[in-house]
Nanobody
Framework: QVQLVESGGGSVEAGESLRLSCAISGNTANTYCMGWFRQAPGKEREGIARIYVPRGYTYYADRVKGRFTVSQDNTKNTLYLQMNSLKPEDTAEYYC??????????????????WGQGTQVTDSS
């Protein structure tokens, strides 16, 4: 089992930055991917960034590429999502997720096994 706890959400104006954190605990020995997803009201949950742990590859959805950066600090057992140049359409509940098989490279929600409770990011413009 892997436990994930997000933090760092808040209300920000367009153009500002925010960093989300995800504290990771439990048995992470078989983790293939660590990722960030988000879900806006009335919309499906979407993957926005992930790390393929065995190779260190990162992947970003087009709508956040160049603005968001995913990173992992193994000494702190923490996953981060640095979000710059935030836009109103970035408003959503943000979730940290972990996957225990290589299928996570698909980026699909169903291929991730463990989820945090979410942290809200809201545009205050």
């Amino acid at each position: 089992q892997v436990q994930l706890v997000e933090s760092g959400g808040g209300s920000v104006e367009a153009g500002e930055s925010l960093r989300l954190s995800c504290a990771i605990s439990g048995n992470t020995a078989n983790t293939y991917c660590m990722g960030w997803f988000r879900q806006a009201p009335g919309k499906e949950r979407e993957g926005i960034a992930r790390i393929y742990v065995p190779r260190g590859y990162t992947y970003y959805a087009d709508r956040v590429k160049g603005r968001f950066t995913v990173s992992q600090d193994n000494t702190k057992n923490t996953l981060y999502l640095q979000m710059n140049s935030l836009k109103p359409e970035d408003t959503a509940e943000y979730y940290c997720a972990a996957a225990s098989t290589w299928r996570c490279q698909s980026g699909r929600v169903v291929d991730f096994d463990y989820w945090g409770q979410g942290t809200q990011v809201t545009d205050s413009s």
